[in-house]
């Protein structure tokens, strides 16, 4: 007699696992970056939380050095969180009491021109206070024109390459939310133009597993290019803990068992750093039956990816409301087709 594996015993033998928690120093667990030769926390602190107008710049403050403090390294960014905000901020954190050297700093562009590139990039220096970024990332890749854009003669790689040269930025990177088949193009314009990134970063949380799965498709193949991965929307900015499906601590405890270096969560008060901590320090590395057990629970809820908004709605691409952030045609396109009217 057949017998039909369940939809998320399926999900569950096709998401890589990691065999290792890492290496635990203290309270925070640390992974290597990919092929880059860098340890990273486990956890990474991401900017956009911190730049919130709720929130008052002396606690985002505040919050930076306990992390750094603690064990974090790992500082996420975007020249376009809060209009700016977020990176005077973390930069005003950086820039007291020796805490640059402790934190490797990350932050991203959404310029796909070599000039509007280059602005951002000097923007970011001057917003962090510092000489140097440890990781570019290309923000929001979330249209299948935007890797063509970014690779092409006149596109805003070439600011990231000369910035790479001039020392300004360590390592490369892209982003996206949108669709795993777009980061798989990403990384074939990539290979065709000669490059190898450093780091992708892309949602791994416990409703991907059943939609348009980034665990399953993009994380695997990130592995055998050996391109270190940053997972993010753990919670879908809580829109995900709202489905009454899973706490907290599975949407952490599914994100740390996937093999990424680095899981960017939005940390905003005392005790989101604390849940972070504590997931970091009780995590064990579970099997492929305890995965499947655990992406049950938003089986149902997941399918249609009506909690991944980020996925199914514009509501989270901020570049689609801001298309002056990218930049306009290229030169090179400009001479072939002048700008339609309307």
């Known amino acids: 007699m057949l017998t039909t594996e369940s939809p998320s015993k399926q999900a569950a033998g096709r998401i890589p696992r990691v065999t290792s928690a890492g290496t635990m120093k203290g309270e925070m667990l640390y992974r290597q970056l990919g092929a880059t030769g860098v340890q990273v926390s486990l956890i990474g602190m991401g900017g956009a939380h911190l730049g919130l107008p709720k929130i008052e710049e002396d606690e985002a403050i505040r919050l930076v050095h306990e992390a750094l403090d603690r064990g974090i390294n790992f500082l996420d960014n975007s020249w376009d969180y809060n209009e700016g905000r977020s990176e005077e901020r973390v930069g005003k954190a950086l820039a007291q009491s020796g805490y640059r050297q402790k934190a490797f700093v990350m932050t991203k562009i959404d310029g796909r021109t070599t000039e509007v590139a280059t602005n951002q990039i000097n923007d970011s220096l001057r917003r962090l206070k510092v000489d140097h970024i440890d990781l570019l990332q290309h923000h929001e890749v979330i249209r299948f024109d935007d890797p063509d854009r970014i690779f092409n003669e006149g596109g805003g790689m070439e600011a990231v390459l000369e910035a ?11 982003t996206g939310h949108k669709d795993p088949h777009v980061h798989l193009y990403m990384l074939e314009v990539a290979q065709k133009h000669g490059f190898h990134f450093d780091t992708v970063q892309m949602p791994v949380n416990i409703m991907d597993a059943h939609f348009r799965s980034f665990s399953q498709i993009v994380v695997p193949e990130a592995i055998r290019q050996n391109i270190a991965v940053l997972g993010m929307k753990c919670f879908g900015d809580e829109i995900i803990l709202k489905s009454g499906a899973v706490e907290p601590m599975d949407c952490l405890r599914y994100s740390l ?18 849940q972070a901590f504590t997931a970091v320090t009780s995590f064990q590395p579970m099997d492929e039956a305890a995965v499947a057990t655990l992406i049950s629970k938003t089986e149902e809820a997941a399918m249609h990816g009506k909690y991944e908004l980020f996925k199914t709605t514009s509501h989270f691409d901020t570049t689609a409301r801001h298309p002056d952030w990218l930049g306009s045609d290229s030169p090179a396109v400009q001479k072939l087709a002048p700008q339609l009217p309307g």
């Open 257 to 274: 068992n996937v093999p990424i270096s680095v899981l960017i969560t939005g940390i905003n008060s005392k005790m989101l750093l604390d």
């Open 164 to 174: 790479k040269k001039a020392g300004k930025i360590r390592f490369i990177g892209f």
